[in-house]
């Protein structure tokens, strides 16, 4: 065989093995979405009449209302926490409309500004072309941004730059996400995104498993690049409109 018919050989096994891994990925999604969905809606019952008998039961206790708003912002967030499950589960009612992926992220990062500021994080942004538009579902993506620009807050408790990047690229609309904090280990890298994977201490890893679903279902995909007290990397790429 010629080295042109080598190549071509190890080009194929190579981009099967990427089709195969991408499929074991997609089944996990699915597979976790699912659960993740059952145990979803069986809290959602339970809490449901919880809140019920705890509405019925306010007016009694005027002397305790400060206990009655924590119970019922805690009872909210954990709502909240059930809503995040339901966005692994397929199928998904998805809302997509022309947006632009430059106000999107600028909304993301005011939004983490007042988190950032507390742990000496700026955010920096880099934007190559003002309106950088696409057919998405904007909650979906700004819950995608929400939880890498959180991941690389978190990643530098001494303070540090997040560098944010955009622009177009073969077609595509191309986002970095980079932090300076101390990377991710070797062995974690080749399983990031899958549930209850996380370097954190209080961390379930639901959030990078939701990032990847959303970026699959938005026919994009989302590359990491680490290394070990450097930083981390996130490459988002989604096709334009």
Do not use: W
Request: hydrophobic content about 40%; glycine content about 6%; some cysteine.
């Amino acid at each position: 065989l010629g080295d042109g018919a080598v190549q071509v050989i190890l080009r194929d096994i190579s981009d099967r093995k990427k089709t195969e891994e991408l499929m074991l990925r997609s089944e996990k999604l699915s597979i976790a979405g699912q659960l993740a969905a059952g145990i979803a809606h069986e809290i959602r019952n339970p809490l449901t009449a919880i809140k019920g008998f705890l509405q019925i039961m306010q007016p009694e206790y005027k002397k305790h209302q400060q206990y009655f708003n924590i119970v019922f912002s805690e009872l909210d967030r954990i709502e909240v926490i059930l809503s995040e499950l339901l966005i692994l589960a397929k199928p998904q009612e998805k809302k997509f409309k022309k947006a632009n992926m430059v106000t999107l992220l600028q909304d993301v990062a005011m939004l983490l500004e007042t988190q950032a500021n507390l742990n000496s994080v700026s955010i920096e942004q880099i934007h190559e072309e003002k309106d950088l538009s696409l057919f998405c579902d904007q909650n979906q993506l700004k819950q995608v941004f929400i939880n890498l620009f959180k991941n690389a807050i978190d990643a530098m408790p001494k303070g540090g730059n997040v560098k944010v990047h955009t622009k177009k690229q073969n077609g595509k609309i191309h986002i970095m996400v980079k932090d300076e904090g101390e990377g991710i280990p070797s062995e974690l890298m080749e399983r990031i995104g899958e549930p209850f994977l996380t370097t954190k201490e209080k961390g379930n890893g639901l959030g990078l498993m939701i990032t990847y679903k959303i970026i699959e279902d938005h026919n994009g995909t989302i590359v990491v690049d680490s290394k070990l007290n450097e930083g981390t990397t996130f490459i988002v790429e989604l096709p334009l409109e």
